[in-house]
């Protein structure tokens, strides 16, 4: 008994969407099915079930009541037909990715994309004879010239880690269907609530539900969403056959996860423009060199205030920024807070903050580093749902304590 969702708001989507299993009991929450396999009543049974015959469930791997409930939900919620759950964000990259690839074919990929994403396409997909050009997508010319006669996919993430610069999704997909390519969105840092990639032409929108959809650091999980025939293939084929599939009660908690999406994502994005105004703050005090946030340096990016406006209905609550003195300031800022966690990842209750040079982006030589523009200053915080005046004054009593202890340097040095 599917209910209509026509006309519904996303808010209520986020509450009642998808088909939630029967409950003999009337539960109010639908069950938990952490089940492995189900029963076949009779053999007959079981071969109509396996031919496709008959609906119902066979073995986990390849479907299951909680799983199919939220993937149905995160599809109402992007506006496509069908979704599909992956045990993790790259799971669900990889596996969309790979339903759709063969030797020989070509991507074209942004070159800010999330590390294990560019990882995946640079060094497994090169050896399994698929090649990959990274471009600067916010350059439309640079992305044109990238599309070959065998490019099959193209794939991108705006607003993009770490420097939040935007893309225009709509302009990417009408290069892409040009050159009957499939357009694939990695939409974490916006979920639904603030951008709907299928809107501009995206053909498949994944996701890290391990971030904002889920929202409570407690589940690593991924999702997709396309149309039908798509989600079936990457259901069907490399998700069932890889087996990066969602185990039951990962997609339940993120089920309960859905239901206060709208509500934390309001708080969310309230917070960071507190948290970005006091940036700005010390900004101007010299502290902070440059701010990165959808919309901040309006001056240098008015094509950036378009999308805005256009593609997204606000900036999110990741905020990126260099501190003027480098890579000590960074830490020492980092070592000084007490309620804001020292921890990579994101879009949790908590506020988390990272330092890109001594963490995610380590593993690179600091001249790596510098092309791809991450600076030894740079820090990202994900802003959380504490009270929005906690977190400004930890992030004051860790720049006041900077502020002094360089002073105090400088006297010594003197
Ligand atoms: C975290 C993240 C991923 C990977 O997701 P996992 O759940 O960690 O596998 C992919 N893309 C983006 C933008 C992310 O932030």
Redesign the pocket.
């Known amino acids: 008994m599917h209910k209509p969702t026509a006309g519904w708001h996303a808010d209520t989507i986020a509450i009642h969407g998808g088909d939630a299993p029967q409950d003999p009991h009337g539960a109010l929450v639908a069950p938990l099915y952490q089940t492995s396999t189900f029963v076949f009543d009779s053999t007959h049974q079981g071969g109509q079930r396996f031919a496709g015959e008959e609906a119902g469930y066979i073995y986990s791997r390849l479907g299951n009541p909680t799983v199919n409930q939220l993937e149905q939900r995160i599809a109402e919620l992007e506006g496509m037909q069908a979704g599909a759950a992956a045990a993790?964000?790259?799971?669900?990259?990889a596996a969309t990715m790979m339903a759709f690839l063969q030797q020989g074919d070509h991507v074209v990929a942004s070159d800010a994309?999330?590390g294990?994403?560019f990882a995946l396409f640079d060094h497994l997909f090169r050896r399994f004879g698929v090649d990959v050009s990274f471009v600067d997508m916010s350059d439309l010319e640079q992305t044109k010239a990238a599309f070959r006669d065998n490019t099959q996919l193209v794939f991108l993430?705006t607003p993009a880690?770490p420097h939040l610069k935007l893309v225009d999704i709509a302009a990417v997909s009408k290069l892409a269907h040009q050159h009957k390519a499939r357009l694939v969105v990695?939409n974490?840092?916006m979920t639904p609530l603030l951008q709907r990639p299928g809107e501009f032409g995206a053909d498949l929108v994944?996701?890290?539900?391990?971030?904002y959809l889920n929202g409570h650091g407690d589940v690593?999980?991924?999702l997709v969403t396309g149309r039908s025939e798509d989600i079936e293939l990457i259901k069907f084929t490399t998700l069932k056959d890889m087996g990066a599939t969602m185990s039951p009660h990962d997609a339940w908690l993120i089920l309960r996860g859905l239901k206060t999406l709208p509500v934390r994502m309001q708080r969310h994005c309230e917070n960071a423009l507190a948290v970005v105004a006091f940036l700005q703050e010390m900004q101007q005090a010299g502290m902070i060199s440059r701010l990165y946030f959808p919309g901040v340096n309006q001056d240098e990016q008015s094509h950036e205030s378009d999308l805005l406006q256009t593609q997204m209905k606000a900036a999110g609550a990741v905020i990126a920024f260099d501190m003027t003195g480098g890579f000590r300031a960074a830490t020492r800022l980092l070592d000084q807070l007490s309620m804001i966690k020292l921890a990579v990842?994101?879009?949790d209750a908590e506020s988390l903050i990272q330092h890109p040079a001594s963490m995610t982006h380590s593993p690179l030589t600091p001249e790596a580093r510098a092309a791809a523009g991450i600076g030894d200053g740079l820090v990202r915080l994900s802003v959380g749902l504490e009270h929005a005046d906690d977190i400004i004054t930890d992030l004051r009593q860790a720049f006041t304590s900077l502020k002094n202890s360089a002073e105090n340097t400088a006297v010594n040095t003197d």
């Open positions: 993790t964000g790259m799971g669900a990259v994309i999330y294990c994403s993430e880690n990695d974490t840092f994944v996701h890290s539900a391990t971030k690593v999980a991924g990842s994101l879009g």
